[in-house]
């Protein structure tokens, strides 16, 4: 089998849709169709059980997609170990943030700088109108996301950090002066939205109050700065991590913490058909140190 070719069925292996295989592989679905056809018709034998609704491993397939996977993920341990020793530089980790309070992590770099002295952290912002695409371009090679994260494609790894939820309002906004709010005040606001997918917006910013009342939605932003110039001028309120209260303080903005908010859960991700020995030694060096208190 050629490399493209492994690479097709292993990503058909856990997308089970030619469509979606074709898209995250940059080649159209004729393509991947081909190649499958290919592949069975030198072992043999039928990969996939495929009708016009559905697309299933059959046992072989199943028993190749086991035997292949690791076989391939050693293949792109060494190619990556072959270039960078060719370009006499240690290995470098890319890793998105949707939040830019990296100063909390130092604890989890250091760590892992001081286990691995080869390998260089580098962060990415990532919007959060569109976390995980950056994952699947490759543009950053593991992701820290609040939970939950619910990608068939991703792997989900530890818990890096924990903190409160806060309620972002104006200075002058009437829940400013609060020692806290509920999730229940937010029936009576405008609230910001913009992160997606809709189930990881609804875990910060809920459709409806704890009473069941909707709450109602605000305008659309994708990052922090467009979110800060909204809300300081009282159109909207919306939930934030608490960390803001260090990155993000303005004379002109209030946070407010949410009594009734479970604690914000965030944890590493990576594609799960892309999974470097980068990765894995950092996600190790997470697992060990256990989540940090924000």
Not at 22 to 32: D, F, I, N
Not at 238 to 254: E, F, G, V, W
């Amino acid at each position: 089998m050629e490399i493209r070719d492994i690479e097709i069925f292993l990503t058909l292996a856990q997308e089970l849709h030619f469509g979606r295989t074709a898209e995250r592989l940059h080649v159209s679905p004729a393509r991947v169709s081909q190649a499958i056809k290919k592949q069975e018709r030198r072992i043999g034998g039928v990969l996939f059980d495929r009708t016009s609704h559905h697309v299933r491993l059959t046992p072989l397939g199943r028993q190749l997609y086991d035997d292949l996977l690791p076989v391939h993920h050693g293949l792109q341990r060494s190619l990556e170990r072959a270039a960078l020793s060719a370009r006499d530089k240690g290995a470098v980790l890319r890793l998105g943030m949707t939040s830019s309070n990296s100063q909390d992590l130092r604890p989890l770099f250091t760590a892992f700088t001081s286990r691995h002295p080869d390998c260089t952290v580098q962060i990415r912002a990532v919007g959060y109108n569109d976390p995980f695409s950056a994952l699947r371009r490759g543009t950053i090679d593991v992701l820290l996301a609040w939970l939950p994260i619910r990608e068939p494609d991703l792997t989900v790894g530890p818990v890096v950090c924990t903190e409160p939820i806060v309620l972002c309002v104006s200075a002058t906004h009437r829940l400013a002066s609060r020692r806290s709010v509920s999730y229940e005040d937010l029936a009576d606001e405008a609230v910001l939205t913009g992160a997606a997918p809709d189930y990881w917006r609804e875990s910060l910013i809920p459709t409806h109050t704890p009473g069941g009342r909707p709450i109602p939605r605000g305008p659309s932003v994708v990052d922090g700065t467009q979110l800060l110039a909204i809300v300081s001028s009282g159109e909207a309120v919306c939930p934030a991590h608490a960390h803001a209260l260090r990155y993000y303080a303005r004379p002109d903005i209030a946070y407010v913490p949410i009594h009734d908010a479970p604690l914000g859960r965030w944890a590493l991700c990576w594609r799960t058909s892309s999974k470097t020995a980068a990765i894995r030694d950092f996600a190790e060096v997470a697992d060990s140190l256990g989540p940090l208190s924000l």
